[in-house]
């Protein structure tokens, strides 16, 4: 792993306007369920957006956004946030980026914000990169560290190398990986207001949404679990797959990872592929069973804190990112330290 400096991207002008900012402060686009919920990664979100030590104002969009907005008053303390604003219109509905970019970069016309962050989350990358055209800003992305309001680290690469960026450009727009990140402490913000901001109605849409079809397993989202289960191609079915993995993951309220190798070969839903073209998660534990840990495999979990694997090679490559390793059939592991740890939580 090694470091780049990269610097540079000039200002911005576009049309009449121009996008830069004489006062330093942070909108923060903060995640919820179409229904409504607060996304565990808003408080991820708002924890790095203080490192820009800018005042931040949260903005919630949808129709429902009202109450994850309350949510995050009554469930958070983020000492530095003066204010929420809620975008309410229908037409916000599915965060449709063809609705929500412009909303954003209307509000970033002027003086009023110097940074707007936003989660690496599928609505963060369908939003940004549209944002960014849209008043012809260089977005940075998958940033993992903020070391000063203009200064950033992210991965490039797959991960393989970390470049850190500075960037002279009069706005700054950023996606944060939420995992590379702690969550702001539990509390109430009493004092902090909730404004509704005017839409303008666009009507005249050449998209419109038709429908969701989402995996739901009642297990912990892949994206924000604090413990995963993940398996590869040592599962020889999806029956052994799910046999061996769902008790493990059962006893410690785990959520199913894989490999793409498993995907592949119909272990699972690809829902669960973790890596470079899946899921990038940082849990407190990740359990790899029957994965070599290819570098496309690392590049979406080597920032677990406790990497425990479980291989009968023992020169697989996971081995050395590993920090507990496991050497044996995982058919036999598996079963048995499902067992040791129900009976060490009775
Ligand atoms: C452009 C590109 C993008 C990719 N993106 C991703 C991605 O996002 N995510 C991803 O995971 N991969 C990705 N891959 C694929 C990646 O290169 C690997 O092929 C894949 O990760 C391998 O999966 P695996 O570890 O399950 O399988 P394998 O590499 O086949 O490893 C299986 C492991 O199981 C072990 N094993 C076998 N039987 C047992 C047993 N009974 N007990 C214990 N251990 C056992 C073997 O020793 C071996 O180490 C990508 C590849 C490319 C080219």
Redesign the pocket.
């Known amino acids: 792993m090694f470091k780049l400096a990269v610097r540079g991207v000039v200002p911005i002008r576009q049309g009449s306007f121009v996008y830069s900012s004489r006062f330093a402060s942070t909108l923060a686009l903060i995640e919820t369920s179409v229904d409504g919920k607060l996304d565990a990664s808003g408080a991820n979100l708002l924890y790095a957006a203080k490192k820009l030590n800018n005042p931040i104002t949260a903005l919630f969009v949808g129709p429902n956004a009202s109450a994850a907005a309350q949510e995050l008053k009554n469930s958070f303390k983020c000492e530095d946030l003066n204010k929420i604003i809620v975008a309410k219109d229908e037409s916000l509905k599915n965060f449709l980026p063809e609705n929500v970019s412009p909303l954003i970069a209307d509000l970033l016309k002027g003086d009023t914000y110097s940074h707007f962050v936003v989660t690496s989350s599928s609505m963060g990358k369908n939003i940004l990169p549209r944002l960014a055209a849209m008043i012809d800003n260089q977005p940075i992305c998958d940033v993992i560290e903020i070391q000063s309001p203009n200064k950033f680290v992210r991965p490039i690469y797959?991960g393989n190398a970390i470049a850190t960026i500075e960037s002279s450009q009069p706005k700054q727009l950023i996606s944060v990986r939420a995992s590379a990140f702690d969550s702001i402490e539990e509390g109430k913000m009493e004092s902090v207001d909730i404004e509704d901001v005017p839409i303008k109605a666009n009507d005249h849409l050449p998209i419109k949404w038709v429908s969701a079809n989402l995996t739901t397993t009642g297990r912990p989202d892949l994206g924000s679990a604090k413990t995963i289960v993940s398996?590869?191609?040592?599962?020889k079915d999806k029956e052994s797959f799910e046999k061996y993995l769902k008790p493990l993951a059962d006893t410690l309220n785990a959520a199913i990872g894989?490999?793409?190798?498993?995907?592949?070969?119909g272990l699972c839903d690809n829902s669960l592929?973790?890596?470079?073209?899946?899921?990038i998660v940082a849990p407190n534990l990740y359990f790899?069973?029957?994965?070599?840990?290819?570098?496309?495999?690392l590049?979406?979990m080597r920032d677990s804190n406790t990497i425990v694997a479980?291989?009968?090679?023992p020169d697989?490559?996971?081995f050395k990112n590993a920090t507990y390793g496991l050497e044996?059939?995982?058919?036999?592991?598996v079963p048995e330290l499902t067992e040791k740890i129900k009976a060490a939580q009775k």
């Not at 790899?288 to 495999?297: D, K, N, P, R, Y």
């Not at 044996?328 to 592991?333: E, N, Q, S």
């Open positions: 797959a398996g590869g191609r040592a599962f894989a490999t793409r190798a498993a995907v592949d070969n592929q973790i890596g470079q073209t899946g899921k790899a069973v029957g994965i070599s840990g290819a570098v496309q495999h590049a979406g479980i291989n009968n090679d697989a490559p996971i044996g059939d995982a058919l036999k592991i």
